[in-house]
């Protein structure tokens, strides 16, 4: 699976995508006539990578990190914006308008402050080359499923055999 999350300007923090992509599959339920279910049925059971750059910022700076402090995979392209701040609490104007008051910011589990201003950094930087992209190519996306398929070969899924009906006779 490729997350292409480049020009992601954000707008909410994905804690929740990354929950979902790191489901892993917990059981099987076994089916009389058909096909047997895996489950969670939304559990993904490959090889992950994410494609960032320079126009992901916000939410779009969180998702690769939240990604990465997972380990579901490695981030290839650029480093993303670095503009993570909240805004929150700014009461409406008197003509209607509004204005955005930066109130919170993020810091880690190890007390430093992370992101903002910086942004996050891939594990393999891939220039997203216009020139090629014009005319069709796409250097970050091709990366990725280099390094996807070689995950895969590294390590191949494994099928789970359905076991023998018991007998209650």
Same mark, same amino acid.
Not at 60 to 71: E, L
Not at 113 to 122: A, L, S
């Given at each position: 699976?490729?997350?292409?999350?480049?020009?992601?300007?954000?707008?909410?923090?994905?804690?929740?995508?990354?929950?979902?992509?790191?489901?892993?599959?917990?059981?099987?339920?076994?089916?009389? !006539?058909?096909? !047997?279910?895996?489950?969670?049925?939304?559990?993904?059971?490959?090889?992950?990578?994410?494609?960032?750059?320079?126009?992901?910022?916000?939410?779009?700076?969180?998702?690769? %990190? %939240?990604?990465?402090?997972?380990?579901?995979?490695?981030?290839?392209?650029?480093?993303?914006?670095?503009?993570?701040? $909240?805004?929150?609490?700014?009461?409406?104007?008197?003509?209607?308008?509004?204005?955005?008051?930066?109130?919170?910011?993020?810091?880690?589990?190890?007390?430093?402050?992370?992101?903002? $201003?910086? $942004?996050? !950094? @891939?594990?393999?930087?891939?220039?997203? !080359?216009?020139?090629?992209?014009?005319?069709?190519?796409?250097?970050?996306?091709?990366?990725?499923?280099?390094?996807?398929?070689?995950?895969?070969?590294?390590?191949? @899924?494994?099928?789970?055999?359905?076991?023998?009906?018991?007998?209650?006779?």
């Amino acid at each position: 699976m490729i997350i292409d999350e480049r020009f992601n300007s954000g707008g909410q923090i994905p804690d929740r995508f990354v929950e979902l992509l790191g489901r892993r599959v917990v059981n099987y339920w076994g089916v009389r !006539d058909g096909q !047997d279910w895996a489950w969670p049925p939304s559990a993904h059971r490959g090889a992950m990578a994410m494609l960032v750059n320079g126009w992901s910022g916000s939410g779009g700076d969180c998702f690769p %990190y %939240y990604f990465k402090k997972a380990g579901l995979g490695p981030l290839i392209g650029q480093r993303t914006w670095g503009g993570l701040i $909240g805004i929150t609490g700014a009461p409406p104007l008197i003509d209607g308008g509004s204005v955005t008051v930066p109130t919170f910011g993020i810091y880690d589990t190890d007390g430093k402050w992370i992101i903002e $201003g910086y $942004g996050v !950094d @891939p594990d393999i930087p891939v220039v997203d !080359d216009p020139g090629l992209m014009a005319r069709g190519g796409d250097p970050q996306l091709e990366r990725a499923i280099e390094e996807v398929l070689k995950a895969i070969r590294a390590n191949p @899924p494994v099928p789970v055999q359905k076991p023998k009906y018991p007998n209650r006779s």
